[in-house]
């Protein structure tokens, strides 16, 4: 079958640094894409990864291990603004979408 | 402003009411999206169009009907939905339906409460 999972609620304190961790298991990979999503507004692209390695954008990067079938979102420095659900899906092998569930970042000062 | 418009924002019905949602898309794209929203779960993809085409439709209940004149407007048909249809409905589009990097961009989203 296919799964996405990612933890339901992470904290963090304004100016750290937070990892958020995907795990995945789907028919098929063709990419993995991590969007951000205020509450009561649209879920934003931030990161898109099809080969191993680390991406960095900015104050966020994005990770892909394809053997371990595992990606983590790392954001720096952060902002009150952060505090979002960060979500994780996996393209399948018929350019579908997967999602997980979300996580959800709370940033407290 | 993520270029894809969404129409009404909040939407209240009754069992057996019928409304539409509306979508629009204003980037050129030749695919759009209809996915479902619900607390704490995954976003559940419904519908797909491609060139206006349907090309997935994954076990949605008949009591939803989509309707995509044109690759620029998507619409979504409701009548005699259950109290667990309430959910966020999100509509999404993207340059196609196939390919990699493939970003959709999705649109605020309608909040449907079923009474």
């Known amino acids: 079958g296919q799964n996405i999972d990612q933890p339901t609620e992470m904290t963090a304190t304004e100016g750290a640094i937070v990892q958020i961790n995907c795990t995945y298991q789907t028919s098929g990979f063709n990419g993995l894409f991590w969007y951000q999503q205020h509450a009561g507004e649209a879920p934003t692209f931030l990161s898109y990864?099809?080969l191993d390695g680390l991406e960095e954008k900015g104050r966020f990067s994005s990770f892909l291990s394809r053997s371990k079938g595992y990606s983590y979102l790392l954001l720096k420095e952060l902002q009150m603004k952060d505090s979002a659900s960060y979500l994780c899906?996996?393209?399948?092998?018929?350019?579908?979408?997967?999602w997980g569930a979300g996580t959800k970042l709370i940033i407290k000062p | 402003e993520t270029g894809v418009t969404q129409t009404p924002r909040h939407l209240v019905m009754g069992m057996t009411n019928k409304k539409s949602l509306k979508c629009e898309q204003h980037l050129g794209h030749n695919a759009m999206y209809w996915y479902k929203q619900s607390a704490k779960k995954p976003l559940e993809l419904m519908f797909v169009?491609?060139?206006?085409?349907?090309?997935e439709n994954n076990s949605v209940p008949s009591r939803f009907s989509p309707e995509c004149p044109n690759s620029s407007h998507l619409f979504l048909h409701l009548h005699t939905l259950q109290p667990e249809d309430s959910a966020l409905y999100l509509c999404a589009s993207s340059q196609s339906v196939a390919g990699g990097y493939n970003e959709q961009f999705f649109g605020p989203g309608t909040r449907l409460t079923v009474l």
């Open positions: 169009y491609n060139f206006k085409e349907q090309t």
């Open positions: 990864n099809v």
């Open positions: 899906a996996t393209m399948d092998s018929n350019y579908q979408l997967i």
